[in-house]
């Protein structure tokens, strides 16, 4: 496509329709005032530095769009790639036009004048993507068979953990048995050991600083409290002679 004016001149006057006295007066100024630095601070942000070949020729192309998305960021290279699309300008005229530090153009002339080829090292340390759902769908699918053997360990495993449980709850019932009888026979003045075993758990316990021992005991005559209060209603329920036959 053949253009009247050099597309210097057209882009600038796209980027400053109205320039001021602190516009820079030609898009070479503008380049060297404000685009070089915003390549720069891009490259040295990608790469970390510029001490190696590749990050001094970023090969920057100005007509791909992942580029133009990086370089986009910064103010000055939005506002270019903005004028650059208003022109309509192909990717011929921007490669053409584009020939400053950090381009494509740049990468070129250094690798011809050169004689060698600068290695584009991004993203090589990502491999390729194996899609490793089909592997785990087939092995879900596949049919689990237990032997004889495993289907009795599980049996005999399912089987002690059902005895371990029963055994907790009948020691706890026993204990609270004991208990309560005891705290029974000491509200009715009878002095007697409320549990030897339950005695050293609650010192340990106190010693700890896990536990305080007189408001346990207090629970537990609350408890027996409320056990000889429903023993004495049974009791008077028991004592009423049977209803005369009607």
């Excluded at 530095?49 to 769009?65: F, K």
């Excluded at 009948?170 to 339950?198: K, T, Y």
């Excluded at 009791?235 to 009423?240: F, L, P, T």
Aim: glycine share 6%; aromatic share 8%; with cysteine.
């Amino acid at each position: 496509m053949h253009r009247k004016n050099p597309i210097s001149v057209l882009v600038y006057n796209a980027l400053f329709p109205n320039p001021s006295a602190t516009d820079p007066p030609t898009f070479s100024a503008h380049l060297s005032k404000n685009l070089v630095g915003e390549v720069r601070i891009e490259t040295a942000t990608f790469y970390g530095s510029l001490d190696t070949i590749e990050a001094r020729y970023p090969g920057l192309n100005y007509a791909y769009a992942p580029h133009r998305k990086r370089l986009g960021r910064f103010p000055h290279h939005k506002k270019l790639f903005e004028a650059f699309d208003r022109l309509g300008l192909t990717e011929s005229e921007i490669q053409g036009f584009c020939r400053w530090e950090g381009t494509l153009w740049a990468r070129e002339r250094y690798e011809r004048d050169e004689g060698v080829k600068v290695r584009d090292t991004t993203g090589m340390e990502i491999g390729e993507w194996v899609d490793r759902r089909k592997h785990r769908t087939s092995r879900n699918q596949g049919i689990n068979v237990k032997t004889d053997i495993e289907r009795g360990v599980d049996t005999e495993m399912r089987d002690e953990e059902e005895e371990s449980e029963d055994e907790d709850e009948s020691v706890g019932f026993e204990l609270n048995r004991r208990l309560l009888h005891a705290a029974a026979m000491r509200e009715q003045g009878v002095n007697v050991a409320m549990d030897p075993e339950w005695e050293q758990f609650l010192k340990d316990a106190q010693e700890r600083g896990e536990l305080n021992i007189e408001a346990t005991r207090t629970a537990l005559r609350m408890m027996t409290a409320q056990l000889t209060d429903l023993n004495q209603r049974d009791s008077n329920q028991s004592s009423y002679p049977p209803a005369a036959p009607a």
